[in-house]
């Protein structure tokens, strides 16, 4: 519920659901901006660190509903901002990964297995929002603080290994950025 200048009214849940597309519009080109001007000053990240500061960015968004769940006592309800802030850094982690990742898939298969392997990029999407969801189930069976601090932390220790692993990538690479 909202209320502005007297006048309340509901925010459907669903309507949230439009916020990560309306990111997307709005930051995709600044986005691309930074990593075109970073490109131009020699200090673009490559691919893998985009894939770690992604990794910072999910785990950044759980942080802030980490931060609502200890805020929530009882049946209490708590601001929308929370999960509108989540989106926002969730969708700055697919900007940091999405376009990136892609791109990197086609630059480093082989060209007769191009389209094999974006496919297996998607499949591991699929994977991925599957585990979610088995994950989900967990939701009313460990408390808010428990279930958000696990999103917090697992993102947190994959960036950590990425990261010990960047240099050996790189390599791998073969001078891909």
């Not at 932390?153 to 073969?174: D, E």
Request: positive net charge; glycine residues 6%.
């Amino acid at each position: 519920m909202i209320s502005i200048f007297g006048h309340s009214w509901e925010i459907p849940a669903n309507w949230f659901q439009s916020l990560n597309p309306l990111y997307v519009v709005i930051f995709a080109p600044l986005f691309s901006k930074l990593w075109i001007d970073l490109a131009k000053k020699g200090r673009e990240p490559s691919t893998p660190a985009k894939f770690v500061v992604s990794l910072w960015l999910m785990s950044l968004g759980f942080a802030v509903m980490l931060l609502g769940a200890f805020m929530l006592i009882g049946n209490a309800k708590i601001s929308l901002f929370y999960l509108a802030f989540t989106y926002l850094f969730h969708t700055f982690a697919e900007l940091c990964i999405s376009p990136v990742g892609k791109s990197m898939v086609t630059k480093l298969a082989p060209a007769r297995f191009v389209s094999l392997l974006i496919g297996v990029w998607y499949l591991s999407n699929a994977v991925a929002n599957k585990l979610a969801g088995v994950y989900s189930g967990y939701f009313q069976k460990i408390s808010n603080e428990q279930f958000f601090l696990w999103l917090v932390i697992v993102p947190l220790a994959v960036s950590g290994i990425l990261m010990l692993s960047l240099k050996g990538i790189k390599k791998w690479m073969h001078g891909v950025h």
